[in-house]
C-alpha cells in the first residue's frame, strides 16, 4: 500500500526557512511525477512543485528562486526546502504523487510563517 508522509512543518518568521519531508511508503522513481500542493483556509488547494521522474522540477511562479524540490532515491523522500518565507506561505503542505491515473496524497503538514 502506498503512503506518503509529511513532515518538518512549522512555525517560523517571515524570511526564515524550513525544510519538509516527504517519507514515500515505496519507491518514489514508480511514480511519474512527486509533488508538493498546499492548501491555505479559505482557498484552494495549489500546486507549488513537483519533480517527474527524469529529475525535471516545476514551480509556482511565486514560490520560484525560494523554494527547491529535491529527492534521495536511497530513502524514498522528497523534500521541498523553503526560504525566505512569507506570511503568503502559510498553508498546509500536502505531497502527492501519481503513476499514470493513480494519485496518492499525504495527510499535510502545517506550515506557519509570522510576522
Known amino acids: 500500500q502506498v503512503q506518503l508522509v509529511e513532515s518538518g512543518g512549522g512555525l517560523v518568521q517571515t524570511g526564515g526557512s524550513l525544510r519538509l519531508s516527504c517519507a514515500v511508503s515505496?519507491?518514489?522513481?514508480?511514480?511519474?511525477?512527486v509533488g508538493w500542493f498546499r492548501q491555505a483556509p479559505g482557498s484552494q488547494r495549489e500546486f507549488v512543485a513537483s519533480i517527474n521522474v527524469g529529475g525535471r522540477t516545476d514551480y509556482l511562479d511565486s514560490v520560484k528562486g525560494r523554494f527547491t524540490i529535491s529527492r534521495d532515491g536511497s530513502k524514498n523522500t522528497v523534500y521541498l526546502q523553503m526560504n525566505s518565507l512569507k506570511l503568503e506561505d502559510t498553508a498546509v503542505y500536502y505531497c502527492r504523487a501519481n503513476v499514470l491515473s493513480k494519485i496518492y496524497w499525504g495527510q499535510g503538514t502545517q506550515v506557519t510563517v509570522s510576522s
Open positions: 515505496v519507491n518514489i522513481f514508480e511514480f511519474n511525477t
